[in-house]
């Protein structure tokens, strides 16, 4: 089982749609969760972290249940420039700054 | 401010010739991290380094791997002898001690391509 799993997609919505993403981790001992996002053929860049009591921002909602011990993201009202590939990230454990990038879910939000 | 730089930006080689990628990461950021990024494996950890010593290398896929960072600025990724399985794209990301420390900042990496 890889240690961070997710679905490749491509998610393809319309302009205003939501849409939600969904992360696996295997490992319970990580503590630390982010989204990244990657533009094609550019480098990942970090959108926004995961905590524990879920959080907000903009049109972004991250949640995390420990207990199944996935992680999600919530896009809601998608634009053009949301198309981008959705990096989930989980750190290998406590202490440590070593970081698993899952595969990515691909999304294209069409006019 | 400038932001982590990589160079070469692309590579082209032959099979069994050395390789080496150079990075500088943010000024004041004493955490810097190598990655390598393929269609098939994603983006994986290679090693990284805290003010400049090696923490893990365990992602390091074998001996004709190696890293370096002589000081705060600099870091090398150097591959001999390179095989066409090592085509992929190397990044290089640093990231600032303390609270914000998991805040990686990428460069626009490297596009190795072994012949």
């Known amino acids: 089982r890889k240690e961070v799993e997710q679905d490749p997609g491509p998610f393809n919505v319309p302009e205003g749609a939501t849409v939600a993403f969904n992360c696996t981790y295997s490992?319970?001992?990580?503590?630390?969760f982010f989204w990244y996002r990657q533009d094609c053929r550019k480098e990942p860049k970090l959108l926004m972290s995961?905590?524990?009591s879920g959080n907000e921002d903009g049109r972004f909602t991250a949640q995390l249940n420990r207990a199944s011990q996935y992680i999600s993201l919530l896009i809601r009202d998608s634009k053009l420039s949301d198309s981008a590939t959705y990096l989930c990230?989980?750190?290998?454990?406590?202490?440590?700054?070593?970081?698993?990038f899952g595969t990515g879910t691909r999304l294209k939000v069409l006019a | 401010d400038a932001g982590v730089i990589q160079s070469p930006r692309h590579e082209v080689t032959e099979m069994g010739q050395e390789v080496t990628l150079r990075c500088k990461p943010i000024?004041?950021?004493?955490?810097l991290f190598w990655y390598r990024q393929t269609m098939m494996r994603g983006l994986e950890l290679l090693i990284y380094?805290?003010?400049?010593?090696?923490?893990?290398d365990s992602g390091m896929p074998e001996d004709r791997f190696s890293a370096k960072m002589p000081n705060a600025s600099f870091s090398t990724l150097k591959i001999q002898p390179s095989e066409p399985r090592d085509s992929a794209v190397y990044f290089c990301?640093?990231?600032?001690?303390?609270?914000?420390?998991?805040?990686?900042?990428f460069g626009p990496g490297t596009r190795l391509t072994v012949t």
């Open positions: 490992n319970s001992a990580s503590q630390s």
């Open positions: 990230v989980v750190n290998k454990g406590e202490g440590t700054y070593k970081y698993i």
């Open positions: 000024s004041g950021h004493d955490y």
């Open positions: 995961v905590y524990s």
């Open positions: 380094f805290n003010n400049n010593v090696p923490i893990d």
């Open positions: 990301a640093s990231s600032q001690p303390g609270p914000l420390v998991y805040e990686q900042y």
